[in-house]
Every structure is written in C-alpha cells, then in structure tokens.
C-alpha cells in the first residue's frame, strides 16, 4: 500500500511540475527596450517573433515627459481608439527615467510605434 501511494504521489507530482514548466513556458515576457532623444526614438524599426512582451522606454532629454503607443499597421494612429493600450507605459516618461508598459501580446503582422508628447514618426515593427 505505501508503494502505492508513493508512486502516485510521483506521478501526480511529475503530471504537476510538466504543467508548470509548459505554463511557465507559455508566459515568458520578454523586454524591449525604447529610448527617446528629442523628436525621435533611436530604433528606427524592431523585428521581434510573436509572444508577450513588454516595452521600456527610457527619456533621453527628449523632452519633458514622454510615452509610447503602439498600433496595428494602417489604423489611424490619431484615433485612441486604435492604440493598443497596454503598450502605454504605465506612467509618463520624465527626463532621465525609464518607465514600462504592461505585458502585451503581439500576433504576427505590422505595428507602428510612435510617441506623441515628444512627436516623432510613425516607426515600424514587424511581428514574425
């Protein structure tokens, strides 16, 4: 009986921690790291792969405070509607500081990237 219950606890035990390892898997967040000078981010484009990802984004005497949106490619990028809220940072950018967005999960495709308190360009980046 105690061999019994031994090998069940090591089976329930191994079924638990292959679940967590595939669930641990599945959730790893991955950082990208954005910074601003004034009127421009210095990576002019990102290549990344699908998964879930969070953005940084550091303000380099850009201006005062700055942010970040996030849009599928082709939607207006003036409309809040489109953004792809959880790419904001969490908290206005200010001179010197990084701050960070929300874990966002990106499908393949193209996205556009863009801040408007330091106004930059539309900035590409492609999901493979």
Do not use: R
Not at 34 to 39: P, V
């Amino acid at each position: 009986m105690k061999n019994l219950l031994v090998g069940l606890f090591l089976v329930a035990f191994t079924v638990t921690a292959t679940a967590q390892d595939k669930m641990m898997k599945k959730e790893a967040v991955k950082t990208v790291a954005l910074e601003q000078t004034k009127g421009e981010f210095t990576q002019k484009a990102l290549t990344l792969s699908e998964g879930t990802y969070v953005f940084e984004v550091s303000n380099n005497h850009a201006a005062e405070k700055v942010g970040l949106v996030l849009i599928k490619d082709g939607m207006d990028a003036s409309n809040p509607e489109n953004h792809i809220a959880e790419a904001y940072v969490t908290k206005a950018v200010e001179v010197g500081k990084t701050e960070s967005s929300k874990a966002v999960t990106l499908k393949k495709g193209t996205y556009q990237y863009f801040c408007p308190l330091n106004p930059t360009p539309l900035y590409t980046l492609t999901v493979k």
